[in-house]
């Protein structure tokens, strides 16, 4: 058997294996180093060996053999072990390293030292890696966090999803044009007057796109102050004004992979525009007191109750915001302009008020129903369902006590007189009882009989009701919720 002689386990070592003397030159190399290190043993053997491969340190700023911890230890008699610098090898290429340099001592005397050193070049990279794979995790965290607590404050009591309610034409308009547009990227703009639902249409696009299953992010425009806006819509970095005493994530990064809805748009200020401009254009942003461009993909549906194009005219808002925004305008109609979806609606939000107030519904009548119709609602859909809670409250028994405000002189919708109503045709007189029929079935869910049902409503017996609804076609069931 041959015998371990010092020059096969220097062979066999993994480690890279020199000695240096006193002058700095290399007594012997093993083959691991010269591998690592591309220099040859006669290489190191006849130069100065820190002059060779210690010469910079990792970022190039020169490294004087005075302060190198190899060559210490032949002057201090101490072992210096070294975990953070770099070696160079021939081709010029920093070697991470971390090395042991031992004294060697000759009849008491130190003649020299013994390198041991690794490569950890992998070692490094695979921490890089796990350091980046925790900040990205930590960040999504942050992002989830941010998200549920945002989400938490969002929501509904009173309905999910996208509950339209209303089959009058402008409705069936909106339905069309929602599935027109809501399969796509498009921008939206939503115009119409306060309490018309703008929200709610934008939520039937987005649970109608391919983005339903990320979050739906409201900012309401005119409710945030001015010095906040850029913070609020890209977020900010700790420090980076007075009060950031934490990282925050804004909107459009909370909604990247979903949609933004800005509601109330026209409030954002002139000098802000241009930034959400380019965000729109390049879908990338930097928050503030950050320097980092961050990717965002978000789909955005604004809302507002002004006359952008107007309000563009007085330099109020920028023009080619307005056309990146106005790429695909929906107007939620006025309820004053859709009467007959006024039944559906009221016992709707009169359901769901008694469910929250834990009262017994009262029953809705038709004279409810035609009071209502006539009143203008200057407050729209919002008007209505605060003035059927209000009801639900006040209304101890089975009546229902509608107390509407008092409308301007001229606005109620008049009630023809019998000296001064329209003579109608036999055709309009069965399409007037056809929507009045329509109009009971939605104010009931297509109930026919019972308490609460269209029959009761209409002061008819339900078999003679379901007689009229088959002359003219009517299937009580298509007026029931869907689910």
């Known amino acids: 058997m041959q015998a371990l002689t010092p020059q096969l386990i220097l062979g066999a070592a993994g480690e890279g294996i020199y000695g240096i003397d006193r002058r700095g030159h290399a007594t012997f190399v093993n083959p691991a180093a010269e591998r690592i290190l591309g220099w040859s043993a006669a290489d190191m053997g006849e130069r100065n060996t820190h002059d060779l491969i210690h010469h910079h340190h990792a970022d190039g700023a020169p490294y004087c053999g005075t302060d190198c911890p190899i060559y210490a230890a032949f002057n ?23 090395y042991t340099s031992t004294p060697m001592r000759d009849n008491g005397e130190l003649v020299g030292a013994v390198v ?27 992002q989830l966090e941010a998200e549920n607590a945002y989400l938490q404050e969002q929501i509904q009591v009173d309905q999910g999803g996208h509950n339209l309610i209303g089959g009058s034409a402008p409705m069936l308009r909106i339905h069309q044009q929602i599935g027109l547009v809501a399969p796509t990227d498009a921008n939206v703009l939503i115009s119409g007057e306060s309490g018309t639902g703008k929200e709610l249409l934008a939520r039937a696009i987005h649970q109608s796109s391919r983005r339903r299953d990320r979050p739906l992010i409201r900012v309401n425009c005119a409710a945030i102050p001015r010095e906040l806006f850029e913070s609020e819509f890209f ?3 700790k420090g980076a004004f007075t009060g950031a005493i934490s990282e925050r994530i804004g909107r459009f990064e909370l909604a990247h992979g979903g ?14 525009q241009g930034k959400l401009l380019r965000v729109l254009q390049e879908q990338q942003l930097e928050r503030v007191g950050d320097s980092r461009t961050r990717q965002v993909d978000v789909r955005v549906i604004a809302a507002t109750n002004r006359d952008l194009p107007h309000e563009v005219s007085l330099g109020r808002f920028r023009e080619d915001l307005y056309f990146r925004l106005n790429v695909f305008p929906i107007e ?7 009467p007959e979806d006024i039944p559906g609606l009221a016992k709707h939000f009169l359901t ?20 209502l119709q006539r009143y203008p609602w200057p407050g729209n859909v919002r008007e209505l369902e605060n003035l059927l809670e209000r009801a639900a409250i006040i209304s101890t028994g089975e009546r229902l006590l509608l107390e509407l405000p008092n ?4 606005q109620l919708a008049p009630v023809p007189s019998a000296a001064g109503a329209a003579i109608l045709t036999q ?33 008819l017996r339900p078999t003679t009701l379901r007689s009229r609804l088959d002359a003219f076609g009517l299937q009580p069931s298509a007026f029931k919720p869907k689910r």
């Not at 070294?82 to 920093?94: I, L």
């Not at 769901?352 to 035609?370: F, M, S, T």
């Not at 609460?452 to 002061?459: R, S, V």
């Open 427 to 459: 055709s309009e007189q069965r399409q007037r009882e056809r929507d009045n029929l329509i109009a009971a079935l939605q104010a009931c869910q297509g109930k026919i009989s019972g308490t609460g049902g269209a029959a009761e409503l209409l002061n």
């Open 259 to 272: 949609t933004l809805f800005l509601d109330e748009v026209g409030e954002i200020p002139l000098d802000l």
């Open 352 to 371: 769901l008020a008694c469910r929250r107030l834990k009262r017994r519904e009262p029953q809705l009548r038709l004279a409810d129903i035609q009071q």
């Open 235 to 237: 977020g900010h970095v």
């Open 76 to 98: 201090d008699g101490e072992i210096h072990h070294v975990t953070n610098e770099v070696f160079w090898s021939r081709d010029g290429r920093p070697i991470p390293v971390e």
């Open 116 to 142: 041991v050193f690794r490569d950890v070049s992998e070692r490094l990279e695979t921490e890089r890696q796990l350091r980046q794979a925790l900040a990205e995790v930590q960040q999504l965290k942050q």
């Open 407 to 410: 409308a301007p002189k001229g």
């Open 332 to 338: 939620s109609v006025p309820l004053r302009r859709r």
